[in-house]
């Protein structure tokens, strides 16, 4: 019973979430690195906040630094007669220029960067670089920086910054007719207004990235780190406990209290919340250090509590599914008893409804589920930080890969579509005996991708629903079976044996024991084949669903009796093998 979980070891398992972190925070780290390659990506990337949202009349953009809303920018909305650069647009280019106030960017390319301090710094012995931001006077102490309003309200106002390195300020934006409308103020008033805000913003941002703070910060962090992993660690090791303690329950059924049934069900049950309750406290806690790690890089505080508040968020969602499942569930469930008890319908009828009611009601309930975890995968993934930023190139390349997956796994489809086919067409249900290609069996299940047939011989047999074109279905609505009786050829009257089987017949139809697996009386059809051997005669049963074997062979019993009883010999075994050509 608990076989599959010995090898999930604790050490394996905290050595496998332990790469999964590693990777995760990789990923995070390159992604938002300084580098000329994850500068590039943040320009192609875009958070949500920047995107642009309509009013009516104006189009809004956020602007961010270290990536938390520091303000928002407006612009005329397209067809309201404006005109200027869109909120988007104008939203990253003032923060590509907030930026350079606290990021340390790269002008080249990082050959030519470090062909430049070798030459630089080995022949020239020159103390300013033309490819580090540094030579542009950006940089200095937090205090160092001001931010000032230029212009006058009748003309362009501006927002600048002034720092101790630069002769020029260095421009940061414009304060528009549509941001003061927006914000219901003067565009001077405004200005200023903004300025408070972003000198004090500016001044945190290049205060966190000195090179103390930077390491002040991933020490705390590292030892915040240690302590969740060791929180993992313990979970684990309780998490793998109380799998030994189920391995003992299950298999020494005396530990529990005076080995009662009742007491050991509800010991096991208890261990096994136990163990789901372990294994996500530690999915939690692989979730934390991840959202811990980023904080560890400035600017990723937003997705650093978007991660956090994931587990909260799935837990929600996961519940709200289920709820939603278990009500879909339960209409279906009534809707199906409803259909399959309706007096409408011929008693034969709502005999084969009740049948097919266990069918349809696990083949929806199937259903019901898949769509409730493609629902739950989509709501949970795309409220991943930056999954809803994908672009609509990323859109149709995923739709691609979809496609080339439906091609690649059209088999797998192809039974989908035929299993459901099978189900609504009625062409067989549970219980029903069946015959596929040759092999016969009971139905106990039909899946939405096959078949499982239980063979006379117990065998289980497991067909793909695409897999066959031809289905005999020996149990549908009714049954019928043709007996064969086999009469030697030196038999004294032909007649005489016919009226003595005629009778041996009506008198089984008659017998209580019997009738009532019949839907007709038995039809007695003569001599339906002549071989060497002898005369076959044949005579047709018609019973219920799945009664037609039984019936059979106590009418087969009766009949070698009373022919027996009577002198009349059967015929060679070669006489029940069909003729060829015949």
């Not at 703070?213 to 030892?223: D, K, M, P, T």
């Not at 009386?521 to 799945?546: F, Y």
């Not at 106590?554 to 003729?579: D, K």
């Amino acid at each position: 019973m608990l076989n599959w979980l010995q090898c999930l070891r604790p050490a394996r398992l905290f050595k496998g979430l332990l790469g999964l972190l590693i990777v995760l925070a990789l990923g995070f780290g390159w992604g938002h690195g300084d580098g000329a390659w994850a500068q590039q990506a943040n320009v192609n990337q875009e958070p949500e906040s920047s995107l642009a949202r309509s009013t009516g009349s104006l189009n809004l953009a956020t602007v961010r630094i270290l990536g938390v809303p520091v303000l928002t920018v407006a612009s005329p909305e397209v067809g309201q007669g404006g005109a200027g650069v869109p909120a988007k647009e104008r939203a990253k280019v003032i923060e590509g220029n907030l930026a350079w106030l606290y990021e340390t960017k790269q002008l080249c390319s990082s050959g030519e960067a470090l062909a430049e301090t070798f030459l630089d710094l080995g022949f020239l012995h020159r103390h300013e670089l033309t490819c580090s931001s540094d030579s542009l006077g950006l940089a200095g102490p937090p205090q160092a920086l001001t931010v000032q309003v230029r212009g006058e309200s009748g003309g362009p106002i501006e927002l600048v910054a002034v720092l101790k390195g630069r002769q020029e300020p260095w421009p940061l934006l414009t304060v528009t007719a549509e941001d003061a409308r927006w914000n219901g103020t003067t565009r001077l008033q405004l200005a200023r207004r903004w300025q408070a805000q972003l000198q004090s913003r500016l001044r945190f941002a290049r205060s966190i990235l000195q090179p103390k703070q930077l390491l002040s910060r991933f020490h705390f962090v590292l030892i915040l780190e240690l302590v969740l992993a060791g929180l993992l660690l313990i979970d684990l090791v309780l998490w793998r406990r109380v799998l030994r303690i189920m391995r003992r329950l299950d298999q020494q059924p005396s530990l529990v209290l005076i080995n009662r049934p009742r007491w050991r069900q509800l010991a096991l049950q208890t261990a096994q919340n136990a163990c789901r309750g372990l294994l996500i406290v530690a999915a939690g806690l692989v979730v934390l250090m991840v959202g811990v790690g980023d904080f560890a890089v400035p600017g990723q505080l937003p997705v650093a509590l978007d991660l956090l508040m994931q587990p909260g968020g799935l837990i929600l969602k996961v519940l709200l599914l289920w709820v939603a499942t278990s009500l879909v569930r339960a209409v279906l469930a009534a809707l199906l008893h409803q259909w399959a008890v309706n007096i409408d319908v011929p008693a034969d009828r709502r005999a084969r409804r009740s049948q097919r009611h266990v069918s349809l009601q696990r083949v929806l309930g199937r259903l019901v589920d898949l769509g409730a975890i493609l629902l739950g995968m989509t709501w949970i993934l795309g409220d991943v930080p930056g999954i809803r930023q994908l672009s609509a190139g990323a859109v149709v390349a995923g739709g691609a890969v979809l496609g080339a997956l439906a091609i690649v796994f059209q088999g797998l489809l192809r039974d989908f579509i035929a299993g459901l086919v099978v189900i609504f067409d009625d062409r067989y249900a549970i219980g029903d005996t069946v015959e596929i290609h040759g092999m016969a069996g009971t139905v106990t299940d039909v899946g939405l991708l096959s078949t499982e047939l239980r063979c006379v011989d117990q065998r289980v047999l497991v067909m793909q629903n695409s897999g066959f074109d031809q289905v005999v279905n020996h149990t549908k609505l009714r049954s019928g079976i043709d007996v064969r009786i086999p009469l030697s050829p030196t038999i004294p009257s032909l007649e005489t044996a016919l009226d003595l089987i005629a009778m041996t017949v009506q008198a089984f139809a008659q017998d209580s024991e019997w009738s009532s697996c019949l839907l007709a009386a038995p039809v007695l059809r003569g001599v339906d084949e002549i071989t060497p051997q002898g005369l076959v005669v044949s005579v047709l049963l018609t019973t219920k669903a799945g009664e037609q074997w039984a019936v059979k062979r106590a009418l087969l019993h009766r009949l070698l009796t009373t022919l027996e009883q009577a002198g009349i010999s059967l015929a060679h075994y070669e006489s029940l093998l069909p003729v060829s050509g015949a």
